[in-house]
Structure formats: C-alpha cells, structure tokens
C-alpha cells in the first residue's frame, strides 16, 4: 500500500488526499508523511486502535465520524476485513485474497464474522479493485458481486528489486549465504504455502549427487502450521540442508534475490503473488505452481509445475539448474514482462477509479 500511496500522490494533482495513518506506524509512511505537496493532508489517529478487534471496531465506528467532519467524498478501503459503517461518502475496497474461504484456513468465528457480518456490508461497496482476475472471479463467486463492479489492476515491486552485481551487495550478507541455493521468500505456512511438498522435491534433488552443494532458504517467518513443515524437514534428514532464516529486515531480501540460484514458488492458492515478480524485477529464474493467480504472472509454460507433485517441482528445478539455455530464455521472458507491472500504471487506473466512481450520483 506504501508504494501505491506514493505513486498517487506523485501522479495526481488535482484530487484532495486526506490520509489516516496511526501514530505510530509513521516510520512506515515517512516518505508520505514528509511530503510537501499542497493537495494532501495528514491526520494521525490513536495507536490504541491497532489491535484487531480493536481496528474493526474503529472502521465501523470511529472513521465515518472522521469521513462526515473532514466533508471526504471518496474512500479507499485498502482490504475487505476493514470496511466502514454509517458512511454516505462513495466507497473503493481492494481485495487482494479470498484465501481464507478459498482453503477453509478460517476457523468457526472468523467464517461467520466474513460470511454473516462483513459480506453483507461490502456488498453495498460501490466499486472493488483487485489485484488479479483470480481474485475478480472469486469475488464475483464467492461474494456475489457483479462483474462490472469490480476492476483488476496488477500491483508493481518495489525499486529494491533489481538485478546487481556481487559487488554491489553487502560482504556481511554475501558471506551469510556463500553457498549455492534455492530460495522461496514468504511465510512458512501449512498447507497453502506447499512447503510440504517442496521439502519432499527438494529430498528428491539431494539424491543426486550433482545437487550436494544445494541448499534451500526459507526466507520468512514461523507462521499457521509450520510445525508440520518443521516436522518434515526433521523426517526427511534436511535440517542442515534446508535453512529457514525466520523474519528478515526488507533491506536484506532483494539481496537473497540476487545470490539464489533459483526462486521457487509451489503455493497452492495466491491472490496475487508479489514474490515472483520480486523475482523477475531481481533477474532470477523463476518456477511456480500453475494454479489460481499464479498462472496469470507466469510468461511460460517452462516455469509452471504441479504443486502437488514432489517429482514434478523437482524435475523443473533440475531443469533450471542444469539448462543455461532455458534459464536465459526465461530471463529474457521475465524482463519483458515486467511491463505491465509498475507502480506507475497501478497509481494511474486507481485514480481513473476514483475519478469515474466519484462522477457517480
């Protein structure tokens, strides 16, 4: 959201920003808090409503007094598990995922709270942004929202993502990951993530010989299930094979993109997938599952897999790693995908939505 903010507020100058930003998540907008543009307005809210129930508790009922006393005439709501009650002013909700509905992740609480409480109150939503046609079409099934309500627009990578060269990148991190790896940047996370089954590929890579130099790094920190991604690394003998390196700083992992052989990404369902485009913007190699909005950002048949085959992940790294020829072509395919993902372009239709939903009566 940081770099969409920004990039609107570079882009559009006749519209009138009022951005809400709690106290203490200033460090995060500090390029936006600092700016000196006439046409936006920073007010800071309490810290207090950070807490999840406590945020939902300030959209329903705190920010539409905010909306009425500042006269705002449209608000972006920037997910659906945030909306706003009691508000006449027109709405834009971004949807990114359905994921918890999509895999039954929810439990008993949160599928009644989405499903009796906030559907009901997004459906009156005047328009939605996705970020994928995976997405449109889940909104579209899931929500029952119609079609012409809704408008993809891809997300762009931040400007840290860029191919380097090794002695453009830190000695401290190049002697921390001086061996030759794969990588997969994310939570660890079960089931969707997949580690399950990459874990069970990467055992398969490590039964040749030509492979006993690789490693894999999970780039990310402990999350929902990870003791059964845990537990299968132990099963399968790799836990010094297989480095998880818990939660990183953002000014390390374009970093992780620039040493890694080879990027692998095996989810079973994404709403977008920013980490494949980290990896096209970064000059790696990319391969991926070919399911929900994965197959949209994939500019090849060759980097596709089937996430719930072990073999098949495996025999697509092997692939990537021992063909030059198809690792160049891949790269040339990925750098002219990128095209269509910036946040330029983002900032430009998101504006072209406010306007058109704004004109509205």
């Excluded at 390029?31 to 810290?47: D, L, P, R």
């Excluded at 989405?114 to 559907?119: A, G, L, Q, T």
């Excluded at 990578?157 to 002697?175: A, G, H, Q, V, Y």
Aim: with cysteine; glycine share 4%; hydrophobic share 40%.
């Amino acid at each position: 959201m940081n770099e969409l903010l920004e990039s609107i507020i570079e882009y559009d100058d006749q519209n009138e920003y009022h951005l809400f930003i709690p106290q203490n998540h200033t460090a995060l907008f500090r390029e936006i808090v600092a700016t000196s543009k006439s046409n936006v307005v920073i007010h800071f809210t309490s810290s207090f409503f950070n807490g999840a129930v406590s945020n939902i508790f300030w959209h329903f009922f705190i920010y539409p007094f905010y909306l009425w006393k500042y006269k705002i005439d449209l608000v972006h709501l920037p997910e659906y598990r945030r909306t706003v009650l009691f508000s006449k002013c027109k709405k834009v909700m971004t949807v990114h995922d359905l994921i918890g509905l999509k895999t039954n992740r929810f439990g008993v609480f949160r599928s009644f709270y989405n499903k009796r409480i906030i559907f009901p109150v997004i459906k009156k939503i005047d328009h939605f942004i996705t970020v994928s046609e995976n997405t449109s079409r889940d909104l579209q099934e899931c929500v029952g929202i119609n079609k012409g309500r809704i408008t993809t627009i891809y997300e762009g990578t931040s400007e840290k993502f860029k191919p380097r060269n090794l002695e453009d990148i830190p000695f401290k991190i190049k002697n921390k990951y001086s061996f030759p790896f794969l990588l997969y940047v994310g939570r660890i996370e079960h089931p969707n993530k997949n580690h399950y089954n990459l874990v069970k590929a990467f055992k398969i890579l490590k039964e040749d010989k030509s492979f006993s130099e690789v490693k894999m790094v999970f780039a990310g920190k402990l999350a929902s299930g990870s003791e059964y991604v845990l537990q299968e690394i132990k099963n399968s003998g790799l836990e010094n094979e297989i480095i998880i390196t818990g939660y990183l700083a953002d000014e390390e992992i374009p970093y992780l993109y620039n040493l890694a052989m080879l990027k692998v990404y095996p989810s079973i369902y994404e709403g977008f997938g920013l980490p494949v485009l980290e990896g096209y913007a970064s000059g790696l190699p990319v391969v991926c599952s070919k399911s929900s909005s994965l197959l949209e950002l994939s500019c090849s048949k060759d980097m596709l897999f089937d996430c719930f085959s072990p073999d098949e992940i495996c025999e697509k790294i092997k692939i990537f790693l021992k063909n030059d020829e198809i690792r160049k072509k891949q790269l040339a395919l990925q750098f002219h995908f990128m095209n269509n993902f910036c946040w330029k372009k983002t900032a430009e239709k998101t504006v072209e939505i406010y306007n058109c939903v704004g004109d509205t009566k």
